[in-house]
């Protein structure tokens, strides 16, 4: 029988799964996970103890973690200043890179009167990343929005609405500057699945 380095690894995330979430402050979280000197890897240990569900250890300083209800996928990265504001499930697939400065906001307000606009309470949606996206620096992703698997958003744009897999997106809102062409035919997929 081979040795599989990683096996212990695998066996001690599910272990800690498993675990309901600490009453840690949300506060003390992000002191830890956001300082410079925090290793990887520990950011990864207090974050999963916190009860995000994460496969993926690359987790730059200075991210926030507005709540728990994460969920990130093996081998996807989240760079500098990473902003999860959390009023609703964030559900990230397998091979995503995240820019810094990335926002993605599960919550909004509705239109109110001409007394108060920003009419109460807040209406959360979530939000899902779906695997291979590339979300580039700057960009902010707004209240129930998926994002196709394979897609790239362009620097600085943003995302309102669902964006179908393979394309790459720019703008604000963003828009579909083009299909790439090495993208799977979905049909062919399906019947190879």
Avoid at 42 to 55: A, D
Avoid at 90 to 104: A, E, H, S, W, Y
Wanted: proline fraction near 9%; hydrophobic fraction near 45%.
């Amino acid at each position: 029988m081979k040795f599989d380095p990683y096996a212990l690894g695998r066996v001690v995330m599910r272990l800690l799964w498993a675990l309901p979430p600490l009453p840690i402050p949300r506060a003390l979280v992000n002191v830890i996970v956001g300082n410079d000197m925090t290793p990887m890897k520990v950011r990864w240990l207090v974050l999963t103890l916190y009860g995000v569900r994460s496969r993926s250890w690359i987790i730059s300083e200075r991210c926030f973690f507005g709540g728990h209800d994460i969920t990130i996928g093996h081998d996807s990265g989240l760079n500098l200043g990473v902003w999860f504001d959390n009023a609703a499930t964030i559900t990230i697939g397998d091979r995503v890179r995240f820019g810094p400065q990335v926002q993605l906001i599960t919550s909004n307000h509705p239109l109110g009167g001409p007394d108060k606009r920003c009419a109460e309470p807040c209406v959360p949606a979530p939000i899902v990343i779906e695997d291979g996206v590339w979300i580039t620096a700057g960009v902010i992703i707004g209240p129930g929005v998926t994002v196709g698997k394979g897609s790239v958003v362009a620097m600085g744009s943003v995302v309102t609405k669902d964006l179908p897999p393979h394309g790459y997106y720019a703008g604000s809102p963003a828009k579909l500057v083009k299909r790439f062409d090495d993208a799977p035919d979905e049909a062919e997929t399906a019947v190879a699945g």
